[in-house]
C-alpha cells in the first residue's frame, strides 16, 4: 500500500470500499506501526469507517493491514490455475 501523506493531521476518519475473498474476515488497522481499529469485512463490497482522531502524524503516514485470512483459488476449486494467496479486493481508501 503506498505511503498516505497529508498536511491535515485533523483528519478523522479512514474509509475504504472493500469485500473478501471467498469468506469474510478480520482486517486489523495500523497506521505508523500503531493498531487503530478493526473491521469484519464481508464477501460483498461495503464501506467501512475507522476513527484515526489524532492517529496521524504530519507529512508521510503509512497504512499497514493484516488480514485474518487467505485464500488460493487453485486450493479451492480443482479447475482452478490461480496460486496467488488472495484476502481482500479494495476499491478505494482515503481519510476524512
Known amino acids: 500500500m503506498d505511503p498516505l501523506k497529508t498536511n491535515d493531521i485533523d483528519k478523522q476518519k479512514l474509509t475504504f470500499e472493500a469485500l473478501s475473498f471467498y469468506q469474510p474476515q478480520k482486517v486489523k488497522v495500523y497506521i505508523n506501526k500503531k493498531y487503530v481499529g478493526e473491521e469484519e469485512v ?8 475507522i476513527d484515526i482522531n489524532g492517529k496521524l502524524d504530519q ?5 499497514y493491514l493484516v488480514f485474518s485470512k487467505s485464500f488460493v483459488p487453485a ?11 488472495l484476502a481482500v479486493k ?3 481508501m482515503k481519510v476524512e
Do not use: M
Not at 59 to 63: A, R
Not at 75 to 85: A, F, I, Q
Open 75 to 85: 486450493e479451492l476449486w480443482s479447475h482452478d490455475k490461480d496460486t496467488r494467496d
Open 42 to 49: 464481508s464477501i460483498e463490497k461495503n464501506r467501512y469507517i
Open 90 to 92: 479494495f476499491f478505494n
Open 59 to 63: 507529512g508521510i503516514n503509512t497504512v
